[in-house]
Nanobody, 123 residues
Framework: QVQLVESGGGLVQAGGSLRLSCAAS????????MGWFRQAPGKEREFVAA????????YYADRVKGRFTISRDTAKNTLYLQMNSLKPEDTAVYYC????????????????WGQGTQVTVSS
């Protein structure tokens, strides 16, 4: 099993920045992808960004490309999401997720999920 705990959410002004963290524990060696999803009120959970845990590849949703950066610190078993130029449409609960297989970085078929952290962008 893999346990994931997000932190770093909060309230920011439009145009501001925020950095989310996801601390992972357990069978990290079994993980292929780690990524971020978000869910706004009245909408389905959507893909934000992901990376191959061993390194080399990153993936971004079109809505965040150029503004968000995903990274990881393998020594700390921690995943990060640096969010810049935030917009009100970025307001959502952000979830960290981990996936065992390499089938798809974008689908919601991840095996492990964190509890979520609220990000609110005001105008």
């Amino acid at each position: 099993q893999v346990q994931l705990v997000e932190s770093g959410g909060g309230l920011v002004q439009a145009g501001g920045s925020l950095r989310l963290s996801c601390a992972a524990s357990g069978r990290i060696f079994s993980v292929y992808y780690m990524g971020w999803f978000r869910q706004a009120p009245g909408k389905e959970r959507e893909f934000v960004a992901a990376l191959v845990w061993s390194g080399g590849s990153t993936y971004y949703a079109d809505r965040v490309k150029g503004r968000f950066t995903i990274s990881r610190d393998t020594a700390k078993n921690t995943l990060y999401l640096q969010m810049n130029s935030l917009k009100p449409e970025d307001t959502a609960v952000y979830y960290c997720a981990a996936k065992r297989t390499a089938y798809s970085a974008w689908s919601r078929s991840y095996d492990y999920w964190g509890q979520g952290t609220q990000v609110t962008v005001s105008s």
